[in-house]
């Protein structure tokens, strides 16, 4: 079957530097995209990595191994506008997209 | 910008009612999804759309049915509600088939009750 590991909830404190991982197992792999979503609110784009290492966007980063089949998403300098849930998810050979349950990131003062 | 306008943001509906829920994008995009969205499970794709009256089963289709007459339009149906259909469902609309560097852009969700 096809899936998606990452972890439920994170907890972080503003300005510091916090880091979601994703493992997948799917059938094929085009490439790992990443989403956030504010609570009642629309999944919306960060990222998608479809070759090995660190893709920068300003205070937000993602890394993609494909040997290893796993990806983060690093956030730095946090902000309590930060506080979401990040949905990792894979385009597989059939490009549809196999997503993750989501990560909630929670950010203290 | 991309606007994907869901037309309900709260829907309560009586079991075995037939229930549709709607989705409008206005940036001439080739492909619609409709997804549902439950606690601790990821999105799961209950139907797509690559081009008008074209539709393809997800992973979830059982007890929908979808409709796009339109491109821009692109209709999910419940057709005999039921309680374990109680959900969020999100529609979101993307302008290739491969998705990966075109991002797909979501609606606001319907939060759909069926008592």
């Known amino acids: 079957g096809q899936s998606l590991e990452q972890p439920s909830e994170v907890t972080a404190v503003e300005g510091a530097i916090v880091q979601i991982n994703c493992t997948y197992q799917t059938s094929g792999f085009y490439g790992l995209s990443w989403y956030q979503q504010h609570d009642g609110g629309a999944p919306t784009f960060l990222s998608y990595n479809a070759l090995d290492g660190l893709e920068e966007t300003g205070r937000f980063s993602s890394f993609l191994s494909r040997s290893d089949s796993y990806g983060y998403l690093l956030l730095q300098e946090l902000q309590m506008k930060d506080s979401a849930s990040y949905l990792c998810a894979v385009l597989d050979s059939n490009y549809q997209l196999i997503w993750g349950a989501g990560t909630k990131l929670i950010i203290k003062p | ?115």
């Not at chain 2, 009586?14 to 549709?20: D, N, S």
């Not at chain 2, 289709?61 to 796009?68: I, K, L, M, Q, T």
Request: hydrophobic share 30%; with cysteine; net charge neutral.
């Open chain 2, 1 to 115: 910008d991309v606007k994907v306008t869901q037309s309900s943001r709260y829907l309560v509906k009586r079991t075995g009612e037939k229930v549709f829920l709607e989705c409008v994008q206005d940036m001439d995009h080739e492909n619609m999804f409709w997804y549902r969205q439950d606690p601790g499970l990821g999105l799961r794709l209950i139907y797509f759309s690559y081009d008008v009256k074209m539709k393809e089963k997800g992973d979830i289709p059982e007890g929908y049915s979808v409709s796009r007459e339109k491109k821009e339009r692109f209709s999910l149906i419940l057709e005999s509600a039921s309680t374990n259909q109680t959900s969020m469902y999100l529609c979101a609309s993307s302008l290739w088939r491969d998705s990966g560097n075109q991002p797909q852009h979501f609606g606001d969700g319907t939060r759909l009750s069926i008592l």
